[in-house]
């Protein structure tokens, strides 16, 4: 069995880089959560700051 050991490292490169792709997902992810959650604030107010504000800003 010569191919074990090479294809027991295979198994583990392509292991680690699936493990990367997960966690890559999720941080990309949970960035667009907390994007989402800044944008909700801003749109209803929940941050102190009216629509009316920033409606201005943007339109400028």
Known sequence: MPCR???E???T???NERTKLIANALDR???ACLCAGAVAA???GASGTA???WTLVLSA
């Open 13 to 15: 490169l392509i292991d």
């Open 51 to 53: 629509m009316s504000s």
């Open 5 to 7: 050991n090479e294809c």
């Open 29 to 31: 992810a949970s960035t």
């Open 42 to 44: 801003i749109i209803y």
């Open 9 to 11: 490292s295979d198994v």
